[in-house]
Nanobody
């Protein structure tokens, strides 16, 4: 069974920084796409950023220039460096992993980590 374990959320003041981590464990040799999504109260879950195994990234316009995603393929871990945080970044952040297994697309989600930006 594949599991995603997130860490690094918390409370930070506007303009501050946080770094999220997400490690993939279980019977999986490699992950094709990893990403971060977020869901604010009363809103739908939205994509923040994704990164594929080649390092190509896709950022939402709302976080471009402030957030940076990176991954360590050997460790099957993805990181999200969040700078210049704003109140509107407050949400539960979820890690996502997509991979192929015997020709079948597989997907897994982390449990979510709360990020609160407030003074």
């Amino acid at each position: 069974q594949v599991q995603l374990v997130e860490s690094g959320g918390g409370l930070v003041q506007p303009g501050g920084s946080l770094r999220l981590s997400c490690a993939v464990s279980g019977r999986i040799s490699s992950v094709n796409v990893m990403g971060w999504y977020r869901q604010a109260p009363g809103k739908q879950r939205e994509s923040v950023v994704t990164i594929d195994s080649g390092g190509s990234t896709y950022y939402s316009d709302s976080v471009k220039g402030r957030f940076t995603i990176s991954r360590d393929n050997a460790k099957k871990t993805v990181y999200l460096q969040m700078n210049s945080l704003k109140a509107e970044d407050t949400a539960v952040y979820y890690c996502n992993a997509v991979w192929w297994d015997a020709g079948n697309r597989r997907e897994a989600w982390g449990q979510g980590t709360q990020v609160t930006v407030s003074s």
